[in-house]
């Protein structure tokens, strides 16, 4: 038998939809000697890091946690735990994550009622207000920020609808999280999910939830148990709260993550960052579009964080992303579902989201797409930006 050498990966900028790279800072406090997980220390270290989320999200929600685990079991904690089988629910499709969400719903033997936009569109919110109105749901689920279409939901709006016809929000917040502004009690959102592995700098591994007080009084009138023992927030919130009760081994490294990913956040400042984030995107996309790139999602609703657009006719997709990670080590995302084939994603998340990503990103594709037969003016993507 033959041991595998000490690990040795190829250096590479994670510019695709996730993850992103992990700050070094992140990377160092992983390295930090674990402790148990019931040990007095670390149990203020949880206390520290759920403060600290509760600022990120721009909440006072006393459950506020990190799910052990990656960005779909947040998806799946809110909607196990708010749904129940019965239960009146619209869910808001604008891409391939909200068709994860009606999935999960169906699983939950819910009476669901879907709303689909094309993909690059979002939901129009007349529409939303008449399918309240018509349905009087249970609870609403819309993605933010959709990370197949680069589409922005204006989940503010829908928030103001769902509380005038009391109905719960679920926002999927995964890609916007630490990127783009989110204020859940503001909004009105009731219960929100983002993963570790994009905004906040940090490895995949958790996934930070939040309820709102009208959220956790739904769940404790709950007629049948969640569906789900390891999600079921009634007892992982007795392993995050006061009582401390053993309910999992929780992942004590990825912890330290999140903790100094989310120091990294605070330092910066929310409005600091998500400006920043905006600042690149523009230079980005000024630079694609001057490659003769075009975005897939609707100009009035573009994610800033990520970036799709259309692949050019007879380029091939697989090849030239093939090319972009072996000659300059760098990885953007191919389309899904609909867009599969079709269209690029590129990432300015976290710690990517600064000038020498832009830079880089856009003297490689103009390589790549020169050598794939694409007319292009040399220079032109990055004298754009």
């Known amino acids: 038998m033959t041991i595998p050498g000490q690990l040795a990966p190829s250096p590479r900028l994670l510019l695709g939809p996730g993850p992103s790279d992990a700050h070094p800072r992140v990377l160092t406090a992983m390295t930090t000697p674990l402790l148990g997980h019931l040990d007095p220390q670390f149990l203020d270290i949880m206390a520290e890091t759920a403060e600290m989320l509760r600022q990120v999200y721009v909440t006072k929600n006393r459950l506020t946690i990190p799910i052990s685990a990656t960005g779909t079991a ?3 904690t809110c909607l196990v735990n708010l749904v129940e089988p019965g239960d009146k629910v619209v869910v808001g499709s604008i891409g391939y994550f909200g068709n994860r969400m ?5 699983r939950c033997r819910a009476d669901l009622t879907t709303l689909k936009a094309e993909w690059g569109q979002t939901i129009d919110l007349n529409v939303l207000r008449e399918t ?16 197949s279409t680069g589409a922005l939901q204006d989940i503010e709006a829908a928030g103001k609808l769902c509380k005038e016809f009391d109905a719960l929000l679920i926002a999927d917040c995964i890609t916007s999280l630490g990127c783009t502004p989110l204020k859940v009690d503001e909004w009105g959102i009731d219960a929100a999910f983002s993963c570790s592995q994009k905004g906040l700098g940090c490895p995949p591994g958790l996934s930070p939830v939040t309820f709102s007080d009208r959220a956790v009084a739904a769940l404790k009138a709950r007629k049948s148990k969640v569906q789900s023992w390891y999600f079921d927030l009634s007892l992982i919130e007795s392993y995050w709260g006061g009582d401390r009760a053993y309910h999992h081994t929780g992942p004590i490294s990825m912890v330290y993550a999140l903790r100094e990913g989310l120091r990294i956040v605070l330092e910066e400042g929310l409005e600091n960052r998500w400006a920043r984030h905006l600042k690149n995107h523009l230079a980005l996309k000024a630079g694609l579009e001057a490659l003769g790139l075009k975005y897939t999602a609707n100009p009035a609703n573009q994610l800033p964080q990520l970036n799709a657009v259309r692949i050019p006719d007879g380029v091939d997709d697989l090849a030239c992303r093939k090319r972009m990670l072996n000659e300059f080590g760098i990885e ?19 710690v990517n989201s600064k000038p020498s990503s832009v830079f880089l990103v856009l ?4 390589t790549v797409l020169a050598g794939a037969g694409v007319k292009i003016t040399p220079g032109a993507g990055v004298a754009a930006a």
């Open 332 to 350: 953007i995302g191919g389309g899904l579902g609909d867009f599969k084939g079709k269209a690029w994603r590129i990432g300015l998340m976290g």
């Open 102 to 106: 009606i999935e999960i719903a169906e």
């Open 74 to 76: 947040g998806m799946e």
């Open 132 to 147: 309240l109105q018509r349905v009087r749901p249970k609870v609403v689920g819309l993605v933010h920020a959709e990370t």
């Open 363 to 366: 003297a490689a594709l103009e």
